[in-house]
């Protein structure tokens, strides 16, 4: 015996898919997000590897250098695929505006780390990665609404 319903649902699924790839190939604002989402856990990762990498340097070091190698890869997938902007906007201008961003943003998570770990007596590492990931979460989307406008289509 077969259930009609159950027959119809693999076209369903690849109906939604079909959709939610369409989306994200899409310049509406949601496809841009699902892109910059996707680019800023790609760089995280090339982060991690540099950070592992090169930590016979020392801890500063290598966060300098990962810190700086990554966010340059995350500003050239922004202008290129998260924004489509790569016609548009030039290589120096998305390292100068999207690198000033992420300095802003590495400076308020670590100011936002810094008052956590002196107001709060031994914190649990859990407890100061929860602060971080909050900040970094506000200033991702405020470094997103930032470089959509940076790298917007110019209307004449």
Do not use: K
């Amino acid at each position: 015996m077969t259930c009609p319903s159950l027959l119809s649902r693999p076209a369903a699924v690849a109906d939604l898919a079909g959709g939610a790839v369409a989306l994200a190939r899409s310049d509406r604002t949601l496809g841009q997000f699902a892109r910059f989402v996707m680019v800023g856990g790609f760089s995280s990762a090339v982060y991690a590897l540099l950070f592992w990498l090169l930590h016979d340097l020392g801890g500063v070091q290598a966060n300098v250098i990962g810190s700086a190698l990554s966010s340059m890869l995350a500003n050239e997938l922004h202008r290129r695929l998260t924004f489509h902007a790569g016609e548009r906007v030039g290589w120096f201008t998305a390292q100068w505006e999207g690198g000033a961003l992420a300095v802003a943003g590495m400076i308020a998570t670590s100011l936002a780390l810094s008052w956590f770990t002196a107001t709060v007596t031994d914190p649990a590492v859990v407890a100061e990665f929860a602060v971080i990931a909050l900040v970094t979460a506000t200033i991702g989307t405020l470094r997103f609404l930032a470089l959509r406008w940076v790298f917007r289509p110019q209307h004449v």
